[in-house]
């Protein structure tokens, strides 16, 4: 991947980092994002110490915070004039439910409004490489969500849950994936979305409650490492399928079937017309 220049939001831990030291070894610059500067210079190091490359670099940025976002793409746009490969990776799970600063239910607006902002913000730098990819660190925890009620995002006329809010932003980076794929045929950029499948990181750990804490820790040892949690996002990001296909869910380097409604294109649509009204500007794209 020599002379490819790739961003992997949350590359400072868990399979985001993996991602960065295995693309790194192929020949990548690597552009990692972390919500902390201190941790970002620390996995910079780590990631240049485990891949040999020097090519690696970060940017600051809090994919919850609508203000950061807008930010950060101008830091990264200025970084980065072309962008081969986008790896929307950073993810969080909250046990309860907590607003961000633009009063959007958490798990929402970081784990699909704050990527489908960026992503947005940075089209014309990926329209600049020859043929671009998007890759959306989606999850199995998709299947739980049937419907999408894009009236009560934050959980106003239902009770709040964690991992079925969880469910619902990984379901929403599948139908922002498929719609981001249908308006950019013919551009040459694909979208895919991943399930990495169930990986040895953090991720239930930071914002949960003690028993759901409990619960992940203890699975641990049936998860697999994060260097095999990266395959899938590594496969997209290097091989030639990765750069033919568009619009497909992967799982173990294969492409997969989502739940059905996920493959819905009207709830994709009006997924797509409320994120822009959510973040207050269009993006036509097509
Ligand atoms: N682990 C699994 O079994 C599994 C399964 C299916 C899908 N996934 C998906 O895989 C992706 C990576 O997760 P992981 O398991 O590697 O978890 P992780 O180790 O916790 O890494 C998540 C990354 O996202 C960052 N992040 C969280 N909230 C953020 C915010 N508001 N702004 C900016 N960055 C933020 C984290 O930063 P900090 O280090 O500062 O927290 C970290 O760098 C996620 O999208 C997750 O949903 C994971």
Redesign the pocket.
């Known amino acids: 991947m020599e002379g490819k220049t790739v961003i992997i939001?949350?590359?400072?831990?868990?399979?985001?980092k993996a991602t960065a030291i295995a693309l790194a070894k192929k020949g990548a610059s690597i552009v990692i994002?972390?919500?902390?500067e201190t941790?970002a210079k620390e996995a910079v190091a780590e990631i240049k110490k485990q891949s040999g490359s020097d090519k690696v670099d970060f940017v600051t940025?809090?994919?919850?915070s609508q203000k950061s976002v807008r930010e950060a793409a101008e830091r990264l746009k200025a970084k980065c004039p072309k962008i081969d490969v986008l790896i929307n990776?950073?993810?969080?799970y909250f046990s309860e439910l907590k607003l961000n600063e633009d009063g959007l239910e958490m798990q929402f607006a970081?784990?699909h409004l704050?990527h489908f902002l960026l992503t947005n913000l940075l089209m014309e730098n990926l329209k600049a490489a020859e043929k671009a990819r998007i890759i959306n660190?989606?999850?199995?925890?998709h299947k739980s969500t049937r419907e999408l009620d894009l009236n009560d995002i934050n959980y106003q006329n239902a009770a709040y849950d964690g991992w079925k809010s969880y469910s619902r932003s990984?379901f929403c980076n599948i139908l922002f994936t498929r719609e981001l794929a249908r308006r950019l045929e013919g551009t040459g950029i694909t979208a895919n979305a991943v399930?990495?499948?169930?990986?040895r990181?953090?991720?239930a750990e930071?914002n949960a409650n003690w028993y759901t804490k409990l619960g992940w820790i203890l699975s641990k040892p049936l998860?697999v490492t994060?260097e095999d949690?990266a395959k899938t996002s590594i496969h997209l990001a290097s091989s030639e399928e990765g750069g033919d296909m568009s619009g497909g869910y992967w799982v173990k380097c294969k492409k997969y079937f989502s739940n059905r409604p996920s493959q819905d294109p009207e709830t994709a649509a009006a997924l797509w017309k409320k994120s822009e009204e959510l973040v207050g500007q269009e993006f036509p794209l097509s």
């Not at 990776?89 to 969080?92: K, W, Y």
């Open positions: 939001t949350g590359g400072n831990a868990g399979i985001g994002t972390s919500r902390s941790k940025i809090d994919l919850s990776n950073a993810g969080c970081t784990n704050g660190l989606s999850s199995i925890a990984k399930h990495p499948g169930g990986v990181t953090e991720i930071k998860m994060v949690g």
